[in-house]
Every structure is written in C-alpha cells, then in structure tokens.
C-alpha cells in the first residue's frame, strides 16, 4: 500500500496568517496515463470531508481561491494564503493512484 | 443536486454483519465508481472500497476477505455488507461519489455511525 505521510499533525494559526501542509507518498503517485491522482480533503468539526483540490492542484467547484495545491511525484503541499476562522478542521490528503486508495494522518488546524 | 444519504442500524452484536445502505438523489450514477470510507471515532479515513454502475467492484485487500459491496441501479442505491464484525468496525461510515476523471470523492454522503457491541 502506498503510505501518505502528513506534516506537521498539528498546525495553530492566527486568523489571517498563511498555513501550510505537507504530504509526502511512499512512492511516485504519477499514474501509467500520465495524471497524479492527489487530492485534498477538508474536514470541518461533526461534518463529513468535502474536497478542496484534486489532481494536485485543480481547486473543486466552490472552494475558495485562498487554498492551493503544488507538488509532484511524491511531494505535495497545501497552501491557505489568509487562514479564516471557517478553515478550522483536519485536513487530509489521498491517492487513488493505486489500489487501495489511502489517506494521509490527518492536520488539526486550529487558530491561536 | 445529487446527494447520498446512508441509513442501517447503529448498532450490530460481534461476530454478525454490518448492513448499510447508500441512496442517491439527484442524478443518475452511470458515470461514476460509488465508495465506502470509514471512520473510527477520533481517527482517520480508510478506503473500504467501490462498485462500478456496471456492478464490478473493488475491494481494499486489508477487508476483501469481510466484505461486499452490490449495487441496485433499479432503486438508485448500493450497498455495503461487512461480515464477522468486532469492535475494530466501530466507525462512522460515509457513502462517496468518484467521478471517473477526476478521480476523487466530489461527493459524500453524511455518514452513519455503526457501534459494534454486545
């Protein structure tokens, strides 16, 4: 299985302020077709995780453009630019490159 | 809006099986591979697997041996079956939408909490 390895577990922010996570794969999540199958789920308290990014970098439908997603092969990040008080939850990140899929730990974020 | 509402019972006795159903509204899921995630309280997701509109599925190897899942497009739903349950299945369980090129969840149903216990 490919693991997905998330930093930091924990993340306090000041509203406004950048906030920035790391997800590293076990192994390269390009696919045979050419596509990275790596998305970003937010998790807010008490509700189910909603998609913020998928295939890296491409924000889904509604998601606000102060969250972005870079990397490649085995190294991604997720960016908020001006961390709100909405943005509070956990954060995980997920391959379906490969069966099975797999998600990363999961980071708190909380603001200070 | 296409949405996804799963229902079974809450509670399920050790060594029985875990029933749960997933209905769609909305939209039709031709298009899609229709999954199930779970969630242990406090922790993590793990992929449990999906089913094709076509009625192929997929299943992660860590549960294969436990699981089932079927699809009824007549009734617009699937379904999960996960058999010889202990209190390591106690997780809320989401029902989610994979659309084929994006190859993600783009849609999740709200969960259910299943409790295994005598």
């Known amino acids: 299985d490919i693991v997905m390895t998330q930093t930091p577990l924990s993340s306090p922010v000041t509203l406004g302020q950048p906030a920035s996570i790391s997800c590293r794969s076990s192994?390269?999540?390009?696919?045979?077709?050419?596509?990275?199958?790596m998305s970003w789920l937010q998790q807010r308290p008490g509700q189910p995780p909603r998609l913020l990014i998928y295939k890296i970098s491409n924000r889904f439908s509604g998601v606000p453009d102060r969250f972005s997603g870079s990397g490649a092969e085995t190294d991604f990040t997720l960016k908020i630019s001006r961390v709100e008080a909405e943005d509070v939850g956990v954060y995980y990140c997920m391959q379906t490159t490969q069966f099975p899929y797999t998600f990363g730990q999961g980071t708190k974020l909380e603001i200070k | 809006q296409v949405q996804l509402q799963e229902s079974g019972p809450g509670l399920v006795k050790p060594s029985e099986t875990l029933s749960l159903t997933c209905a769609v509204s909305?939209?039709?899921?031709?298009?899609?591979?229709l999954n199930w995630i779970r969630q242990p309280p406090g922790k993590g997701l793990e992929w449990i697997g999906y089913?094709?509109?076509?009625?192929?599925?997929m299943y992660n190897p860590s549960l294969k041996s436990r699981v089932t899942i079927s699809v009824d497009t007549s009734k617009n739903q699937f379904s999960l079956k996960l058999n010889s349950v202990t209190a390591a299945d106690t997780a809320v369980y989401y029902c989610a939408r994979e659309k084929l090129h994006l190859a993600t969840f783009d849609i999740w149903g709200q969960g259910t909490l299943v409790t295994v216990s005598s």
């Open positions: 192994q390269s999540l390009v696919h045979s077709d050419g596509n990275t199958y």
């Open positions: 909305g939209g039709s899921f031709s298009d899609y591979y």
């Open positions: 089913i094709s509109y076509s009625g192929s599925p």
